[in-house]
């Protein structure tokens, strides 16, 4: 069973930063693509960024290209996300999952492990 954890939400003025964490348990981490996504309130679960079992190929969102970066720790089992220039419409729970997969890919459907999620709020 894979637990992930995440943590390094709160409340931020926009342009602000933040840097959010995902701890994993389990022995494979390293095997697996992770991915972070996102939820507004009223709205679908949405893709942010993924990184590939190494760290060697990313992909990210139109949405927050150029702002945020995906990166891994395989040593210490974690992936972080940094966020920079947030905007209000960045407010969200940002969640951290698992890949079925080794290599990049941005479908929720390809991710079989979740964490419970973290609150990101910009104020304007």
């Known amino acids: 069973q894979v637990q992930l954890v995440e943590s390094g939400g709160g409340l931020v003025q926009a342009g602000g930063s933040l840097r959010l964490s995902c701890a994993a348990s389990g022995r494979t981490f390293s095997s697996y693509a992770m991915g972070w996504f996102r939820q507004a309130p009223g709205k679908e679960r949405e893709f942010v960024a993924t990184i590939n079992w190494s760290g060697s190929s990313t992909s990210y969102a139109a949405s927050v290209k150029g702002r945020f970066t995906i990166s891994r720790d395989n040593a210490k089992n974690t992936v972080y996300l940094q966020m920079n220039s947030l905007k209000p419409e960045d407010t969200a729970v940002y969640y951290c999952?698992?890949?079925?997969?080794?290599?990049?890919?941005?479908?929720?459907?390809?991710?079989?492990?979740w964490g419970q999620g973290t609150q990101v709020t910009v104020s304007s």
């Open positions: 999952a698992r890949s079925e997969y080794s290599g990049v890919v941005t479908g929720r459907a390809a991710y079989d492990y």
